[in-house]
């Protein structure tokens, strides 16, 4: 290997490092300060530099495919050189393929993609991506199109011989339902990317020893059955996320850094006394739970008398404390907190019951919050409930690219569509249906559905997106959902029996059913979810 590809190569790893590491100074240190000034002992976080990887900004260059003569052949010399190896790559080697033709095809258009590596990522977790079509080229639309595989790495950096970080691919997102006359130039991938590596949190010590670090491994494996910690070296000891927190990530570091070595009954009952004081007293709420979670079941005793606090939030920090400690008061008092329609605190109360509570009690809250008059309510009990695999949620996939979802458990007729994350349409109070005489047609006219007074069944047209002369009409029921599988369900292939559908993309069938509800074609309210955040301001 050369030298410029093995600094290629070798660099990447370091300056990921580096990015990931920079800036972090671990979990907030009140509560280690706290400690050392009430003479507490020491901590595993006054010990070491814990270096959690936070998010990090990738980008690359891809190959959007399927569209309308919309894209173009531009494409700058370097760019085009690294995707036609890559493109290659992917393919059978007995594949021949005149890539520069694929590249210059109208039908194909090259781009930039971007995304974010989430916090303390896991091996195939998923994240949303942009492409944006690069500029001064012909490229007018990335309508319907699909990104072809790509590969992702630090800005700046591409090419065959560098380290892959992520990949993305799938259908291309333009939202519709916000503003009609948005740029087709740019687009999302929900869900499209893909992290490629287990990213590991570091406590590197301050003062490099073996035996030490032995101690502090040994301290946390004791700790967490699974055996998290291991020391790699005398300054080092890497910590991996255990299942149960695989998705409260930055907690389980928490607590960690706020674990003693030293154990006692003398000195860990000062310790509690000053925890649960500083908990009813102090702003930081949260570092404090966190500190009485880290020295374990004998806080419970005296967390219960938080309970009856006047301070709600010092009941939902008391409470949760206490669950996942095993306390069953806690799980009671996080109830009370999120059946109570006056509190600020549901939502957080509902998703703390999720993450430590038993699964049946879980379900058992998240089904009666489908319930509620409260959309936001309701669309948090959901989203519980999809977590927790529950039979309340009816889901099939459609299209090959979204799932269809119905929520029997709710009187509240909802159509809610995600624009980040997993790609789902979702029936609230299904089944939903349309009303009799139905004519509405979608905005660019491409589309109509059309059921006249006293018709038994609803007509779905659709005018070929590529042949204007060409329309395909497909019959439906008057269920919401059924009408959106022939919407979108992908047209039989020659001699298929089934009936298929006619191929309308998930951006299409989410603004067509914003129409229907705004129209009264449908007597259900419309609800969206917010657009990807592009950059290090993400969720979870």
Do not use: W
Not at 143 to 166: K, Q, S, W, Y
Not at 175 to 191: M, V
Not at 279 to 299: F, P, R
């Amino acid at each position: 290997m050369n030298e410029i590809c093995r600094k290629t190569v070798f660099s990447v790893p370091v300056l990921l490092t580096i990015c990931l590491a920079g800036g972090c100074g671990g979990p907030d240190r009140g509560a280690q300060d706290f400690s050392s000034r009430a003479g507490l002992g020491a901590t595993i976080g006054s010990l070491v530099r814990v270096i959690t990887p936070e998010p990090v900004t990738i980008e690359g260059y891809g190959l959007v495919v399927g569209l309308e003569g919309t894209g173009s052949a531009e494409c700058p010399p370097q760019i085009r050189k690294y995707l036609g190896q890559y493109v290659l790559k992917q393919l059978p080697a007995s594949t021949r393929m005149n890539v520069n033709k694929f590249i210059d095809s109208p039908n194909t258009a090259v781009v930039l993609v971007e995304g974010t590596i989430p916090a303390i990522a896991s091996k195939n977790q998923y994240f949303d991506v942009r492409v944006t079509a690069l500029p001064n080229t012909q490229t007018t639309s990335l309508e319907r199109g699909r990104l072809f595989t790509a590969e992702l790495n630090m800005p700046g950096r591409f090419g065959v011989d560098t380290r892959i970080l992520a990949d993305a691919e799938g259908p291309v997102f333009i939202d519709k339902i916000s503003d009609p006359g948005i740029n087709k130039k740019t687009g999302y991938i929900l869900a499209g990317g893909k992290v490629l590596d287990e990213y590991k949190t570091i406590l590197s010590l301050r003062k490099p020893d073996f035996e030490t670090a032995n101690r502090i491994r040994n301290r946390i494996n004791g700790r967490f059955s699974s055996a998290p910690a291991r020391a790699v070296l005398s300054n080092r000891v890497e910590l991996t996320v255990p299942a149960k927190y695989r998705e409260r990530k930055q907690r389980f570091v928490a607590i960690v850094a706020a674990m003693y070595l030293e154990q006692g009954p003398d000195i860990n009952g000062k310790r509690i006394r000053a925890f649960l004081n500083r908990l009813s007293d102090s702003e930081d709420k949260y570092s404090s739970e966190v500190a009485l979670e880290a020295i374990g079941n004998e806080c419970l005793g005296e967390l219960g008398a938080l309970l009856n606090s006047s301070d709600e939030k010092v009941r939902l920090h008391a409470a949760r404390c206490m669950l996942n400690l095993g306390g069953d008061a806690g799980l009671a008092a996080l109830r009370q907190i999120a059946l109570d329609n006056k509190s600020a605190g549901r939502i957080e109360a509902l998703e703390s019951i999720t993450a430590g509570a038993k699964h049946n009690d879980a379900v058992a809250l998240s089904r009666r919050l489908l319930r509620d008059d409260d959309f936001q309510i309701r669309l948090a009990a959901y989203e519980q409930l999809r977590k927790l695999d529950d039979v309340a949620i009816a889901q099939e996939f459609v299209g090959r690219n979204f799932y269809l979802e119905r929520v029997t458990q709710t009187r509240h007729k909802t159509v809610f569509v995600s624009r980040s994350g997993q790609p789902c349409i979702v029936l609230f109070g299904s089944p939903v249906y349309c009303t009799g005489n139905i004519f509405v047609t979608s905005r660019n006219g491409d589309i109509t559905i059309n059921a006249p007074s006293g018709q038994k069944y609803v007509n779905i047209i659709r005018k070929h997106p590529k042949r204007a002369n060409v329309i395909a009409q497909l019959k439906s029921s008057f269920e919401l959902g059924d009408i959106i599988r022939t919407l979108c369900d992908e047209p039989p292939k020659e001699n298929e029996k089934e009936r298929g559908g006619l191929g309308v993309s998930y951006a299409d069938a989410a603004a067509l059913l914003k129409l229907m509800c705004d129209k009264g074609a449908v007597r259900a309210e419309f609800r969206a979810g917010p657009m990807p955040k592009i950059g290090l301001n993400i969720k979870k």
